[in-house]
């Protein structure tokens, strides 16, 4: 429990500087808006929206952390669910077929979009490529550790 307990303390302190690096970014663009491109106010609600659900994420991943670390009880649950195999299965499983079913929507969006638009048919198909070759290199990288 008190490898743990070690781990849990690591993570606490990562999601302190995740939560700081994060705010720091986003007060650096809005220091420096004026010399960035004028965007319509969709694109800054976005903006608000993401940085603010990104900080209440990790801000909850945060409290959690440190709730575990109070309770001996809560840190026990913490350590079955970390180390139960199944829910390892279950994200594996959710994840390989999450990205066969993104493969084929990206390559159907990209065949569309090239009847329509250049600019978007590029920027579908790099996604495309890059989410293939990231796919493929973890797939080689963690067929050779088995």
């Not at 594996?92 to 079913?101: E, F, H, L, N, P």
């Amino acid at each position: 429990m008190e490898n743990l307990r070690k781990k849990v303390k690591a993570r606490i302190s990562l999601l302190t500087v995740l939560i700081v690096v994060v705010t720091l970014v986003y007060i650096a663009f809005m220091m420096y808006r004026s010399e960035l491109p004028i965007l319509n106010s969709f694109a800054k609600g976005f903006h608000y929206g993401i940085f603010i659900g990104l900080e209440l994420v990790l801000i909850g991943f945060l409290v959690t952390n440190i709730r575990s670390l109070r309770s001996e009880e809560t840190l026990k649950k913490m350590h079955i669910q970390e180390t139960d195999e199944r829910v390892g299965l279950i994200i594996q499983k959710t994840a390989t077929t999450t990205i066969w079913i993104l493969f084929a929507l990206l390559g159907i969006a990209t065949v569309i979009a090239g009847f329509m638009n250049a600019v978007i048919f590029f920027t579908l198909l790099a996604v495309l490529l890059g989410t293939m070759f990231l796919f493929y290199g973890a797939w080689g990288y963690f067929a050779k550790q088995i």
